[in-house]
């Protein structure tokens, strides 16, 4: 069974910053794009962000500009810088490794954001 392990959620303010982190194993982290995605209540679960092997990225429109993601390849790790929260961001966030058909994920991270 496919483990992501993520970190990095929490209370934080509105305008505040928080970073989430989330390891993979080697063999999944070389070969799948990863991503992250987040949940709120009552809400589907949607896209945040993307990053594929090669280091493109791709975001959400909500998130553009305030939330950087990131990979460190030697540490299996992808990262989300989230800036100048709002909240509009408080959701659950889910780590996500895809490639075609399987999709793995992690167990989510709470982040909330007070205003």
């Known amino acids: 069974q496919v483990q992501l392990v993520e970190s990095g959620g929490g209370l934080v303010q509105a305008g505040g910053s928080l970073r989430l982190s989330c390891a993979a194993p080697?063999?999944?982290?070389?070969?799948?794009?990863m991503g992250w995605y987040r949940q709120a209540p009552g809400k589907q679960r949607e896209l945040v962000a993307g990053?594929?092997?090669?280091?493109?990225?791709s975001y959400a429109d909500s998130v553009k500009g305030r939330f950087t993601i990131s990979r460190d390849n030697v540490k299996n790790t992808v990262y989300l810088q989230m800036n100048s929260l709002n909240s509009e961001d408080t959701a659950v966030y889910y780590c996500?490794?895809?490639?075609?058909?399987?999709?793995?994920w992690g167990q989510g991270t709470r982040v909330t954001v007070s205003s």
């Open positions: 080697g063999s999944i982290f070389r070969s799948h794009i």
């Open positions: 996500n490794a895809r490639r075609a058909s399987y999709w793995y």
């Open positions: 990053i594929t092997s090669s280091g493109s990225s």
